[in-house]
C-alpha cells in the first residue's frame, strides 16, 4: 500500500502540481503584483483559452494524434463572428453558428486523418494556414468591436476574484475528466492510443473515435473564439495566434506522452496552470512576447524529452537488477 502511495506522489502530475505551487509561491514573494487580487483575475482569463482548448487536445493527444488547427479555427470563428455582427445578425444566433462552424473545420480535419488516412501532423499543419487565411480572406485587417455590452461585460466579469466564465470552464473539465478516467469512450481512447491495431481487435471504431475527437476539438475552439472576442471585445482574423503551441506544450507537460496511450486530465489542467502561471509572471517583468515564445518551446521540449530520460532510466534500472539477480 505504502508502495503504490509513493508511486502516485512520485507520478509526473504530482510534480508538476508540486512545481506550479513553487512559481506560484516563488513569484508572489518575487513579482510585483503577481500576488493581487487583479492580477489573479487576469491570469485565470488568460489561461481559459489554453484550457478550454487543452480539453480535447488531450483526448486527441492520447490516441496517438494531433491537432495544430485550434488557433487557427479560433481565429477564423472569431473574424466570422465579426462579419455576422457587421450584418445585422443577433449575438444569439452568432454564437451558437460560430461553435458548429468550429465543429465542421474539425470535421474535416477529421475526414483528412480518419478517411483518407493522412498523416494528422501533415493535415493540421495544413489547415492552419488554411483556416488562418480564410479568416483574412473573411474579414481581412479589420477588426469589429461594438459586441452588445451585456455579453462582454459578463465574460470579463467576477464573482469576487474569480472569473465568471471560470465555472462553465470547470464544469466542462470535470464532464471531460470524467469521460476519459471513468467511461468507455476514455478507456477505447486509451487502447487506441496504446495500440491501434489491438484496440481495432477489441471492438474499438477507432477511426469513427478520432472522427468525432476532431469534431469537438473544432467545436471547442470555436466556443473559445467567441470567448476570446467578447473578451478583447475585438473580432480579429488574428486572434489566437499562435495558441496551439501553448495548448500543446501544456498537454504534453500535464503528463501526457505525445507518443500515445498515457496521461491524465488532471495533470493536463495543471500544465496549463503551470504555463499560463509562469507566462503571467514574466510579463509583469516586461518580458517580450519573443520571449515567452522561447519560454514555451523549452518548456515543450523538456516535457517530451524528459518522459522519455526517466522511462529509459527505469528499464535500464530494471535490466540491471535483473542482471544482479
Not at 136 to 143: E, I, R, S, Y
Not at 224 to 242: C, I, K
Amino acid at each position: 500500500m505504502f508502495d503504490k502511495a509513493w508511486h502516485r506522489l512520485a507520478s509526473w502530475d504530482a510534480a508538476v502540481i508540486v512545481v506550479t505551487v513553487l512559481v506560484v509561491v516563488i513569484a508572489s514573494g518575487a513579482v510585483d503584483n503577481f500576488g493581487t487580487g487583479r492580477n489573479f483575475t487576469f491570469l485565470m482569463l488568460d489561461l481559459l483559452p489554453i484550457a478550454l482548448v487543452a480539453l480535447p487536445m488531450t483526448f486527441i493527444i492520447v490516441t496517438g494524434e494531433i491537432d495544430l488547427s485550434v488557433a487557427s479555427t479560433l481565429g477564423l470563428t472569431s473574424a466570422v463572428m465579426g462579419s455576422m455582427w457587421n450584418t445585422g445578425m443577433s449575438i444569439e444566433s452568432i454564437i451558437p453558428l460560430c461553435i458548429v462552424l468550429g465543429g465542421v473545420l474539425g470535421a474535416l480535419n477529421g475526414f483528412f486523418v480518419t478517411v483518407l488516412k493522412l498523416p494528422s501532423l501533415a493535415v493540421t499543419i495544413g489547415t492552419l494556414a488554411l483556416y488562418r487565411g480564410l479568416a483574412f480572406v473573411v474579414l481581412g485587417d479589420n477588426a469589429v468591436a461594438d459586441f452588445p455590452r451585456s455579453y462582454t461585460s459578463w465574460v470579463t466579469g467576477t464573482i469576487g476574484v474569480i472569473p465568471n466564465v471560470l465555472v462553465p470552464l470547470l464544469v466542462l473539465a470535470l464532464v471531460f475528466g470524467v469521460v476519459l478516467h471513468a467511461t468507455p469512450i476514455g478507456r477505447a481512447v486509451f487502447a487506441a492510443g496504446a495500440s491501434e491495431q489491438a484496440a481495432r481487435f477489441a471492438g474499438v471504431r477507432t477511426g469513427r473515435l478520432k472522427f468525432w475527437l476532431y469534431v469537438v476539438s473544432g467545436a471547442v475552439a470555436g466556443l473559445a473564439g467567441v470567448l476570446w472576442t467578447l473578451r478583447y471585445s475585438s473580432a480579429r482574423a488574428d486572434n489566437g495566434f499562435g495558441l496551439e503551441l501553448a495548448v500543446v506544450a501544456a498537454v504534453l507537460l500535464g503528463g501526457v506522452s505525445i507518443f500515445g496511450g498515457k496521461g491524465t486530465l488532471p495533470g493536463v489542467l495543471a500544465g496549463v496552470v503551470l504555463l499560463a502561471t509562469l507566462q503571467n509572471a514574466l510579463r509583469l517583468q516586461d518580458v517580450s512576447n519573443e520571449a515567452l515564445n522561447v519560454v514555451t518551446g523549452v518548456l515543450l521540449i523538456v516535457s517530451v524529452l524528459l518522459p522519455n530520460i526517466v522511462t529509459r532510466s527505469r528499464a535500464a534500472l530494471r535490466r540491471r537488477r535483473k542482471v544482479t539477480s
